[in-house]
Each structure stands twice: as structure tokens, then as C-alpha cells.
């Protein structure tokens, strides 16, 4: 998988599990930390495994 598909796959993530809206550094306490649930990292997770899977299978 190339780095600019992962990344993709890795914000998609990010946006819809966890509410972040980019995963860039933006050097601001305010911006590049959050308050995560932890249903939402469970979900962010089980997300990227997920993925993980579907890449393995489509090779």
C-alpha cells in the first residue's frame, strides 16, 4: 500500500471515529490534542484492522 493511500485510510479514520479533523501537526496545544472516548479509540481501532484485512485480501 503506497504512504498517500495509507494516510487516506488512516484520516478517514481519524474523522470519523475519533472527530478529528486532520492528523497534520499544527503546533498548537488547542489543535493537535484531543479528547478521545474510549468507544471511539475502540472503534478507531477495530477500524484500522479492519483495513488491514481488506488490504491483505485484495493482494
Do not use: C, P
Not at 10 to 27: N, S
Not at 29 to 57: M, N, P, T
Amino acid at each position: 500500500m503506497k504512504a498517500q493511500a495509507l494516510n487516506q485510510i488512516l484520516e478517514t479514520i481519524a474523522k470519523q471515529h475519533l472527530f478529528v479533523e486532520t492528523l497534520e501537526t499544527r503546533h498548537s496545544d488547542r489543535l493537535d490534542f484531543h479528547d478521545v472516548s474510549v468507544w471511539g479509540i475502540k472503534a478507531a481501532l477495530e477500524a484500522a484492522y479492519l483495513a488491514g484485512q481488506q488490504s491483505q485480501q485484495t493482494k
